[in-house]
Nanobody, 124 residues
Framework: QVQLVESGGGLVQAGDSLTLSCAAS????????MGWFRQAPGKEREFVAC????????YYSDSAKGRFTISRVKSGTTMSLLMNTLKPEDTAVYYC?????????????????WGQGTQVTVSS
């Protein structure tokens, strides 16, 4: 079993930066793909960014590309998401996710483990 705990959410102004962190614990965690997803009120959960087990392969949504940076060390148990130039439309609950397999995947259905989420609110 794997547990994921997010931290770092909060209320910021448009244009600010914020870093989210995700700490994983559980049996033999390390060689797992991980990702960030978000869900705004009244909308479906959407992909933000993901990284493979080695920390070298990353994918971003179009909205995150150029503004957000996902990172983790090889086989590490923590992952972060640096979010720059935040916009009001980035307001959502952000979820950390991990999968049993090592590759980075953008589909939420590929992830078996989910955190409880952390709220990010960007005011205009």
């Amino acid at each position: 079993q794997v547990q994921l705990v997010e931290s770092g959410g909060g209320l910021v102004q448009a244009g600010d930066s914020l870093t989210l962190s995700c700490a994983a614990s559980g049996d033999t965690f390390g060689d797992n793909g991980m990702g960030w997803f978000r869900q705004a009120p009244g909308k479906e959960r959407e992909f933000v960014a993901c990284v493979d087990w080695s920390g070298t392969v990353t994918y971003y949504s179009d909205s995150a590309k150029g503004r957000f940076t996902i990172s983790r060390v090889k086989s590490g148990t923590t992952m972060s998401l640096l979010m720059n130039t935040l916009k009001p439309e980035d307001t959502a609950v952000y979820y950390c996710a991990a999968r049993k397999r090592p590759a980075a995947v953008t589909s939420p259905s590929a992830y078996e483990y989910w955190g409880q989420g952390t709220q990010v609110t960007v005011s205009s």
